[in-house]
Each structure stands twice: as C-alpha cells, then as structure tokens.
T-cell receptor, first 116, second 115 residues
C-alpha cells in the first residue's frame, strides 16, 4: 500500500516570496506522483504530475516539483507567489493495486496563505 | 468540452436516512472514481467504476454503493447515514482504467451534512 505525508498543514508567505510545500510518500512499488490545488468551494485541479523521466516537473501557474526517489519526496515549489495562489494543495500518489486498477492516495493537504 | 458536474451542490440529511449523489463525467471519459473529503482532510478513495463495473474499492463499508450508467454518468448511494458521513463528496472522471498516468478530472463536489 501507499501513503502520503504532507508535513505542513499551513504555510503563510508574503506575496512575491518563494515557497516550498513538502510531500513525502511511502510505497513498496513504483509510483506516479501528483499535486492538486483546491480553491474554496471547488473541486481539485491538477497542477503537475510525475510519471517517469526527468525528475524536475513543471506545471501550471509557475509551479514545479522535484521527484527524489532516495528521499521518497515530491516537494512543490514556486519562486514567487501571488495572492491568487492562496488555496489548499494536495499531494497524491498512485500505484497499481491489481486488476489494472490504480488507486489514488492523497495527503492531508497544505493550506497556502499568501499575504500582501 | 463539458467538465465534470455533480448534483446536488449541498444536501442535509438526518441519521439513518439514505442519500444519492450524482456525477456526470467529462465527455469521452469511461472511468469514474468517488472520494470522501472530511473537513480538514485529504480525499479518501471510496470506489472506482470502469465501463459500468466496480473496478476497485477503498476501506468503506457496504452501505456505500455505486452505479455507473451506459453514458458513464454515475451515482453514489449511502444507506443508514451516520454523523461521520458528513463530508464533501468528490467525483473524478478519467479515460481508461489500468493506467495511473491518466489525469483524474474532479467535479466541484457535493457537501453532505448529516444531522
């Protein structure tokens, strides 16, 4: 089975500052990794995903994440945040669970609060 | 292209009642997954349907059941509601089972409150 840990439940940051949201996972099999963003009263939107290849993945809205297999991490970064980035961010992992079925495991989320 | 839609937006029920939540998948998607997101937590996988058959299930009791229809729309049914069932229920559609690569497109969710 897989699991995801997001160590920071809340991250306050000032506008135009850099930010890193941490995500660690555990798995006994190869995994695919995702970051989703959830704005208030909305569903989840995919920011980026790691499937294979380059460990540095670029996503929408200027976000990027780096897959580190040895540290089992997939931290999300943005060099300069905007007020509009205020939202909750979820890290997710997916791996085969048999019968061609792939189950997504989500972390508990990190609330990013960008202050002016 | 129409995205994933869910109905109703909000719902209030009392303990012991039954509820049906509905999801319309994105055009061309034949797989739908349902998640429960309790307040302050990440989404928890309930089950997935692929071409009208249950294709996998999370750690939820049998009173959580579902259906997928030929047009790939879906229902989540919960019987004998409990207070802990209060949550945001998310539906996600994707193209094809068997590949984690496929992005799941999420609907806005249904907020269920059980009193």
């Amino acid at each position: 089975a897989q699991s995801v840990t997001q160590l920071d439940s809340q991250v306050p940051v000032f506008e135009e500052a850099p930010v890193e949201l941490r995500c660690n996972y555990s798995s006994s099999v190869s995994v695919y990794l995702f970051w989703y963003v959830q704005y208030p009263n909305q569903g989840l939107q995919l920011l980026l995903k790691y499937l294979s290849g380059s460990t540095l993945v670029k996503g929408i809205n200027g976000f990027e994440a780096e897959f580190n297999k040895s540290q089992t991490s997939f931290h999300l970064r943005k060099p300069s945040v905007h007020i509009s980035d205020t939202a909750e961010y979820f890290c997710a992992v997916s791996g085969k669970a048999g019968n061609n079925f792939n189950k997504f495991y989500f972390g508990s989320g990190t609330k990013l609060n960008v202050k002016p | 292209e129409t995205g994933v839609t869910q109905s109703p937006t909000h719902l209030i029920k009392t303990r012991g009642q039954q509820v049906t939540l509905r999801c319309s998948s994105q055009s061309g998607h034949n797989t739908v997954s349902w998640y429960q997101q309790a307040l302050g937590q990440g989404p928890q996988f309930i089950f997935q349907y692929y071409r009208e058959e249950e294709n996998g299930r999370g750690n939820f009791p049998p009173r959580f059941s579902g259906l997928q229809f030929p047009n790939y729309s879906s229902e989540l049914n919960v019987n004998a509601l409990e207070l802990d069932d209060s949550a945001l229920y998310l539906c996600a559609s994707s193209t094809g089972s068997g590949t984690s690569r496929n992005e799941q497109f999420f609907g806005p969710g249904t907020r269920l409150t059980v009193l």
